[in-house]
């Protein structure tokens, strides 16, 4: 895992700090300032070109409907197809939230 290079006190307070966040407002303000406008543009669109993906489109669909270049598709299929389950393990809980589970 890349993000292991990175493991530690600081990284692991970013992670610990987001999971204490309780509702989608306190989301939007710590995001607000800890990332630009653009940053957190691009994390939502990443996961959702993993959506996409999983649910069969093709990078044309994708591509019209999240603005994603290829080249961002193809970094998220290979994450997908070859990374360490993140994009599975988030959209399947989001599944499950949806779902009432």
Same mark, same amino acid.
């Given at each position: 895992?890349q993000?292991?290079k990175?493991?530690?006190? %600081?990284?692991?307070?970013l992670f %610990? +700090? =987001?999971?204490? !966040? #309780?509702?989608?407002? #306190?989301c ?6 800890? +990332?630009t406008?653009?940053?957190?543009? +691009?994390?939502a ?7 996409? =993906?999983r %649910?069969g489109?093709?990078?044309h669909k994708i591509?019209?409907a999240?603005? +994603?270049?290829?080249?961002t598709?193809?970094?998220v299929k290979r994450?997908?197809n070859y990374g360490s389950?993140g994009? #599975?393990?988030a959209l399947?809980? !989001?599944q499950q939230s949806?779902g009432?589970s």
């Amino acid at each position: 895992m890349q993000l292991d290079k990175l493991r530690g006190r %600081e990284l692991d307070q970013l992670f %610990e +700090a =987001i999971l204490k !966040l #309780d509702t989608l407002e #306190d989301c939007y303000q710590l995001f607000e300032d800890l +990332a630009t406008v653009n940053e957190v543009q +691009a994390l939502a669109q990443r996961l959702e070109v993993a959506r996409q =993906i999983r %649910e069969g489109s093709t990078y044309h669909k994708i591509e019209e409907a999240t603005g +994603a270049s290829t080249a961002t598709i193809s970094r998220v299929k290979r994450c997908l197809n070859y990374g360490s389950g993140g994009y #599975d393990l988030a959209l399947e809980r !989001l599944q499950q939230s949806e779902g009432g589970s």
